[in-house]
């Protein structure tokens, strides 16, 4: 018990630092998916991928077979995935921030496997994947 007392202090600071750790873990919102597994689903033809990202964005790169819909305009535009509500859909951004919120969007819109691809376009190139122009 004197130990904890006289060691207060470095207790407090080891249980901030560790639950600072902690704290990116736990606010991650949605299901996501790694490169990897997103290009297994995209090559076993199981995934539809939509770019969230605004139009320029996605014409200077983006995943090959991309339905580049905009964040701001995927709820009037939900309507054009009706048709692929029964494969996994894969929200791609820059980072991983807005297509996070996509994939929340789409689950809430009847998409039972709506995914954010974890990293965004950022991540896809920085494993050398390839992007179509």
Do not use: Y
Not at 1 to 26: C, R
Not at 64 to 84: H, T, V
Request: with cysteine; glycine share 10%.
């Amino acid at each position: 018990m004197k130990f904890l007392i006289d060691n207060i202090w470095l207790i407090g600071i080891a249980l901030v630092s560790g639950g600072a750790l902690l704290w990116p873990n736990l606010q991650r919102r949605g299901s996501k998916v790694t490169t990897l597994q997103a290009t297994q689903m995209i090559n076993q033809g199981k995934a539809v991928i939509v770019d969230v990202r605004d139009p320029a964005a996605f014409a200077a790169g983006h995943l090959r077979d991309a339905k580049n819909i905009p964040f701001k305009e995927l709820s009037n535009r939900i309507g054009e995935l009706e048709k692929s509500k029964n494969k996994a859909v894969i929200a791609v951004c820059q980072a991983g921030v807005q297509s996070s919120k996509a994939a929340a969007q789409l689950k809430k819109s009847g998409f039972n496997e709506a995914f954010s691809l974890d990293g965004g376009i950022s991540a896809w190139q920085a494993q050398g994947l390839p992007v179509a122009k």
